[in-house]
């Protein structure tokens, strides 16, 4: 199984991922941010070799870090070309990303940008800033969509309770939580229609 490791990226609370297997070393680096030396860092320490480099979207502050990592590991860029038109891998809806002997699909979340994409492994998901612990992204963004964010976030929902969600930004009062915890705790995912959740997320 793949394994996950949150890596603290940015002074704007952005996270960082590494995935890897532990079978065979071979791993990806997500959304490297204002600190990308920490995955590799990271990596070396692990002996893993990094094979691609994920973004959850295009924002400055999640791909800051990205030329760092192409130039120090050759690792192939992957992510969607609606937010990154010149990566080395198109990403869409359903797309599959083999990592050793894993797999990691690719779920179009639309919204908070064009391009944003979740990155999801068994129960696991990395959520970029689609959704947060408790929160979910910003809509009044050049590029955003209130209503494309509000029906991805209505596909999430229906993911098995038990889903661990790794967010771009620790913004919660957790560094990770569950489909069911953001069910309970999550206003965003409590609105019950798309007129509550664009007032709530649009003028509050």
């Given at each position: 199984m793949l394994q996950i490791i949150q890596i603290d990226a940015s002074e704007m609370d952005n996270f960082s991922y590494l995935i890897y297997c532990p079978e065979t070393l071979q791993g990806a680096a997500v959304d490297p941010s204002m600190r990308p030396e920490l995955i590799l860092e990271k990596a070396a320490i692990l002996g893993v070799k990094l094979r691609l480099l994920l973004n959850t979207h295009?924002?400055?502050?999640?791909?800051?870090?990205?030329?760092?990592?192409?130039e120090s590991t050759?690792?192939?860029?992957?992510?969607?070309p609606d937010d990154l038109p010149n990566s080395d891998i198109p990403l869409t809806e359903g797309s599959k990303l083999e990592l050793g002997n894993g797999i990691i699909e690719v779920i179009h979340t639309p919204g908070h940008t064009?391009?944003?994409?979740?990155?999801?492994?068994?129960?696991?998901?990395?959520?970029?800033?689609?959704?947060f612990v408790g929160r979910c992204g910003r809509a009044d963004l050049p590029g955003s969509d209130?209503?494309?964010?509000?029906?991805?976030?209505?596909?999430?929902?229906?993911?098995?309770?038990?889903t661990r969600i790794y967010p771009g930004h620790d913004y919660g009062p957790t560094v990770t939580s569950t489909i069911g915890w953001e069910l309970e705790n999550n206003d965003y995912f409590?609105?019950?229609?798309?007129?509550?959740?664009?007032k709530l997320r649009l003028e509050t």
């Open positions: 295009g924002h400055q502050d999640h791909t800051a870090g990205n030329e760092l990592i192409l050759g690792a192939k860029l992957a992510a969607h064009p391009g944003s994409v979740i990155f999801k492994i068994d129960k696991q998901i990395i959520t970029g800033d689609t959704l209130v209503v494309a964010l509000y029906e991805s976030l209505q596909r999430l929902k229906k993911l098995p309770g038990e409590k609105c019950p229609n798309l007129q509550s959740f664009t």
